[in-house]
């Protein structure tokens, strides 16, 4: 059996470095770590979204309207089953759009992995309001 807290530490890792890279604007090592069938849940009545290129295609279109941004992650908790992972935490998105609006918004995020080929690529994202 795997060390559990070294596996932890390897997604926590893997993790950090797809948020660092979305916050430098380097999207290509924040979707690294996406599974090509990913789906994604955003807060309210927004459709899901289905499979890495119409995640990345979203996310592209939004991150074309910020002037600024930053995300906080706080209370990550990580359960591992073998080959599959869920990361628990509460993520802070602050943004400043280029129309000179602001999203402040606090959600619950969970984020279900998997291990393949012996790389930890996310396949379920889901935010939850706390406002």
Known sequence: MEDLEKLEEELERSLVNAEQGFEEGNLETY???AHEDATVFFRGNAP???GKASFK???LALVDQFESWDATSKNRTWKVFGDTAISFDEVTIKARLKNDSE???TSR???TFVRQD???L???VHYSPLE
């Open 31 to 33: 979707f690294a770590v």
């Open 48 to 50: 899901p979204l289905y």
């Open 57 to 59: 295609e979203y996310i």
């Open 103 to 105: 999203i402040n918004t």
């Open 109 to 111: 995020r969970t984020i």
């Open 118 to 120: 012996g790389k930890w």
């Open 122 to 124: 996310y396949v379920l």
